[in-house]
């Protein structure tokens, strides 16, 4: 089954405040991701691959085109899907996971991570132990939990980024460049903890420069060039 | 001799026109029905300054019959000045009888106090009010207190009590103790002790409030609950005289002035005056009883 | 796409929104907001018309009335923090101060559901009924703590009104919450019997948030609070109100001209100018991908 149908995308920045100038970032993008599958996005810097991880978690909004999500409680189009459908949708079962942190200061490595837990969870002291169980198997050293991530180094910043994309179990996760700023070691975990989602049916849209991440972990991959998805996609499995 | 009728009949009866008293009346009236609502009225102008006791000295001239006996009290005291001067006053406006003993009044204007003695169901008393708006302490807005009573908003009032509580100890208002009229308004009884506020409560006696410079009169009709604002843990009580007693009667069971002798040392007196004649002449007497009172060991 | 993505939270909002979508069903909006409109002086027939972000103007030509702020449609979620940015004199504060009932309104809505089950617009309740709305289903917190304290009462004295409101009339009662609440917004508690005069900024505006929460309202209105308090205090109060959120979920709506706090607190943002909203969207898609010109204007400021 398809969890997401993408149909058509087009997506165009319209800069006002720049003579109304027109950037476009997507072209007639179309693609599937089935349940419980791994799709390595790739493509140069500038081709795409962010925006358009952005446009299916609403953080832009597609010009045209459709995304047909087949969420736990039926099909939306996140695009036109009402704001409070998306909320709902990122709390429950979408996660995006950026490239770099962004946090609150003064919110200690624990509770950033626990935090997409907290929401839901009766028992907040679970959720942090959960975290700190993450934390540990991505090598954060336990000096740190408490912490301020603020302040962390970017390797540091960046297992506390994945230990809280992948805390809560999501059906989808979006995530951008996981394993990079890593060491081989971290890099492995990280890839055995996607696994273990994709095990528990989660679907991944990743986005990597890293050939091994990428051959260890995407069923399949999709390359995009200058905002459209180029005709060749290699099937790895 | 010639008399000189126009200066006897240079006054209406009771000073005021009639159609003023009528006004009046009509007011006293709406008060009347609503325990508790200031009601604005008219204050007209009289020969004593307005915040001289000109309120009570309105519903007092409004409501007095010839067949009237008149008593007024200023602190309990029958020969005060200001009681002196506006009983001449009344006296001289009416021709009514004028007496000193509570019992045989059949119209009492009072000034911080009510009578030890029990009043009754044919007595009206009559209270001179110099601020008759309780909220005026938390709100210093007309407009707003207004809206305050209309809503029956009274948490500012609640709040400065739990200030006072917290900041002294203890609920530190020694006259004018907020009242609450038949569970609805919030009431300025006056500045009358806390040792007269019971007394308000299911009486069998018209209380009538008169605030001239104010301009508004407000009742307690017989038999109206009226209720001290009290916490639930920290409750309305009256003065504690620390077991002292009249030192010219030996009587605790009324309220006590202190009184300073030169060489420092303090002594206590019945504050009532017409009550302290009565007990040291030793005639019989039938003070005001409830709950608070009885609670004094005697 | 010139008029960018005009009011489009409020427009899908009326039941369009996807059926089934747990949260987002048909009746579920804590706050729904329509047409809200406030006007000072004599509007004309053409106010309206002739006033707003086309013509970078909220005075009316014909009237000279003042159009503070015009149309403003939202729906409020339980749990939501909504943000409400713009530049001063946009209208933000106002649309606060509507449903907080401090102004009254020319024309519009507001239905919260828990009062009356949302059938009653709650900017025609009574005076009585508006302060009952006021004491149990909403909190405030002003930007100057004197419009929101009162420097003559103790800070546990302020809280104490609240509770007095709500019934509570034992005093150890109301100095044992009143106490909680303090602990809760990180004041030392032997401050309780000390008034809020005395107290830095940052602490006033805890005290303000403690009073705002006291009897557990489902709705917080935070009109710029952390405008003028230096950055660390500015930081400790914006944690505060998160971990408010997260704990006790209470729906807010945040209004600020500074992106930085809308970013940190809020799910969802609507963008004012001259009295009307231009755009509305998720929070990230207003400061990320903005479609409205002066949104662009406002985030390239920032950034």
Redesign the interface.
Known sequence: MNIIEVHQLSKT?????LHDKQITALQHIDMTIREGEIIGLTGRSGSGKSSLM?CLY????A?TGEIRYA?A??V??LV??????????R??EMRYCSQFLSV????PAVDVVA?PL??TEKNKEEARARARTLLEMLGLPSGLWDAYPVTFSGGEQQRVNVARAIIAKPRLLLIDEPTASLDVRTKDVVIGLIRDLKQHGTSVLCISHDEYTLSTLADRRLHLQAGRITPTVTEII | MIENTKFQHRYNFAFIDESTKKEIRRKLLKAVAIPGYQCPYSSPEMPIARGWGTGGLHVTLAIIGREDIFKIIDQGSDASVNACNLRDFVQAMTGCRTTFDTTEATLIQTRHRITEEALTAEQVFVFQVPQPEPLRSVERYEYRTRQMHGEADYAKMWVSLYESFVRHGDILLGAGYPVRINGRYIMAPSPIPRWDIPNLHQAETLYLFGAGREKRLYAVPPHTTVEPLEFEDVRFHIEDFNGQVCNQTGYRKAFLDEIYSDDGSKQFVVNDSNFLDKLRAGEPIAPFVNAYIQQIES | MNNGNHHNGAATAGGVGPAGIAGAGDNQWLLRVRNLTKIYGEPGPRTLELTGPEFSSNICPDTDSIVACAEVSFDLYPGEVLGIVGESGSGKSTVVKLLYFDLGKTAGSALLYPYDQGQTNMLEASGQQKRRIRNHLMGMVYQNPRDGLNFHFSSGGNIAEKLIMAGQLHVGGIRERASQLLEKTEIPVRRLDDTPATFSGGMQQRVQIAKAIANNPPLLFLDEVTTGLDVSVQARVLDLIRELQQELGIAMIVVSHDLSVIRMLTDRTLVMKNGRIVESGLTDQILQDPQHAYTQLLVSSLL
């Open positions: 920045f319209d800069l006002h405040i952005k609403r953080t832009y909004l010009t969420s409680s039926g939306i189009d036109k899907a009402d704001d409070h459908a998306i909320i709902a949708l709390r429950q609150i200061p003064r919110v935090e907290l929401r």
